[in-house]
């Protein structure tokens, strides 16, 4: 079999292998049954290496294309389990929210989720960690990392962070389209840190921000405790409602847009190119400044489009990304990447609150990108992240009640369901919890907890625990609706 491959595209090797054997299997060139080339074979053929081929053929078995014979190779899956009838729908109510207070405490959702995993046996679908995995590579680069503990990393440093780690991320962010130096970047502690000093410096008590509906709810406390005013664009499946934000843009002049443009917390939705240029000229027409948080950079399936960032032409973006979902959120490493007249405001801000981020935990995520691992780790995530997304998907449509409908995400770590209004999420988060599984009602990522009936999901879990957690689930909402 010969097919070409391009060295020096952005998409890796190993995807170009699975798209073009997705694409035979579902056009039908390749039948159910049919045998594909073994790993050795493939490999010489288009000269790769084995392991390229063996990430290929897992990711195609991840999404239900094909699956493994031992001793005998890889087989196309009967048709049934490729085009299962799987429902993607993203319609929710169009309605502007501008609460009055906030109503939820992130305070206490996040103490809850810390709670909740060191608590043996829950199926845990309501935090917002990813699965700990790889901590046997962790430990090796931070066993390297420590041995670097010498005056460089002793001694109190400057506040924007190692410049050696703050120039992989330059690359890193430069390969994703942003054209960007290690002098545009300050290392966070985390993103959220990143989210608060922007905030924080750029919103005073009364002013007005628009953030999507639903959103991050580590962002809506951030907003409060400044006392700043939200409003929440509705959320539609290719993104927040352009013409409701033209509209609020028009009449409350806003001073800051805060959107997760790609996977976002929680829908899982991932904005198309037209509509991240269309957002930044609207934010260049009423001269707001747009936050773009891309905490799951790295987790997407197939490709998604450049950062906004990547398309600012007039300094009205600042960008925002993190390590805690690629690597380990106990790290605290996230970064701003901030150009023109906002880096030094937001050098001062991070100085101001807490000189810089830990010398060691910056040389552990170092360590990580100088050994070539990061790219491994994410495919690894990838692969293991899309077929735990395929069994939720599957469980879904198996287990829930028909009148459900979901997102279905092209990466990151959740998808959003819907649900009939009749269905009262509180009881069912309580009557879950006492039979193990953890859920948060949706309400909680809407200004002012003001939204319709859902859930956000956390489908980072292994796909037997996920089938038997969302059983469980659709059990007590199929009571509730009879
Ligand atoms: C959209 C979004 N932004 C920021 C954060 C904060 O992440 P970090 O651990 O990098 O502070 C999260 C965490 O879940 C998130 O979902």
Redesign the pocket.
Known sequence: MKFPIDRQAVKPVYLQISDRFSRLIKSGTLPTGDRLPSIRALAKNIQVNKLTVIEAYNVLEADGLIHARPGSGYFVNPESLISSQIKSNFAPIQEVIIPEQQNVSFFNVYQLSVQAKSQPGVIDFSS?FPIASGLKDLQRHARRAMKQVTESLFNYDFPQGQSILRLQIAKMLIQLGLEVSADNLIITN????G?SLVMNHYLQAGDWIVTESPT?Y?TLDIVDDIGARIIGIPMQGSGMNLELLEQYLQSHRPKLIYT?STLQ?PTGITTTLQHRQQLIALAEKYGCLILE?N?FEGLNFEPVPPPIKSLDRSDSVIYTG?F?KTLM?GLRV?YLLATGKYYRPLLKQKLFHDLHVSTVSQAIVSEYLASGDYRRRLNHLRTSNLCSRNAMLHALERYFPEEATWTIPNGGLFLWVQLPSEISLVSITYQARSENVLIYPGMSFFPGQKGYNSLRLNFSLAPEVIDRGIAILGRLLKQHLQ
């Open positions: 917002g985390g993103s959220k840190q989210l991050y580590g997760v917390n948080d905490s993190t805690s959120p996230g």
